[in-house]
């Protein structure tokens, strides 16, 4: 099975994750989430995959999520507005994300993360 890490190279999270795949012996694709935003269709997918509602694909402590208000607007916006936002910067969306075959992590959560990779 490979593995997609979706990544922000500064962010000290995305540091602490790609630090323990490689420790695990973890084969792994790197992806820059600004470089290679994922689009709103794969954005879709990994929702559908994860089982979580859209908005924890929201970074919301991130800057940019508070500087665009995000917290008051997106209650008014659609689910696919919602996928464009995101898919239109990768500073807004939560990282890093793992995706494998048949499952999508966000964030990192190492028992979480264990699990899933049968470790």
């Not at 997609?4 to 999270?13: A, D, E, G, N, V």
């Not at 979580?52 to 995000?70: C, E, H, I, R, V």
């Given at each position: 099975?490979?593995?997609l890490?979706i990544?922000y190279?500064?962010c000290s ?6 630090k323990w795949?490689?420790q695990n012996?973890?084969?792994f ?11 709103a ?7 559908v995959?994860s089982?979580l509602?859209l908005k924890?694909f ?5 800057m940019?999520y ?5 917290k ?10 919602q996928?464009?936002?995101?898919a239109g910067d990768?500073?807004l969306?939560?990282r890093?994300?793992?995706v494998?075959?048949?499952f999508v992590?966000v964030?990192f959560k ?7 990779l049968?470790?």
């Amino acid at each position: 099975m490979r593995i997609l890490f979706i990544q922000y190279p500064k962010c000290s999270t995305c540091i602490k994750a790609k630090k323990w795949l490689l420790q695990n012996h973890i084969d792994f694709d790197d992806r820059h989430i600004v470089e290679q935003t994922p689009t709103a269709e794969e954005l879709k997918k990994y929702a559908v995959q994860s089982g979580l509602p859209l908005k924890k694909f929201f970074n919301t402590s991130g800057m940019k999520y508070k500087a665009l208000n995000l917290k008051e607007k997106l209650p008014q916006m659609t689910e696919e507005e919602q996928y464009e936002l995101l898919a239109g910067d990768g500073m807004l969306i939560k990282r890093p994300i793992l995706v494998g075959d048949d499952f999508v992590l966000v964030g990192f959560k190492e028992a979480e993360w264990k699990e899933k990779l049968g470790l």
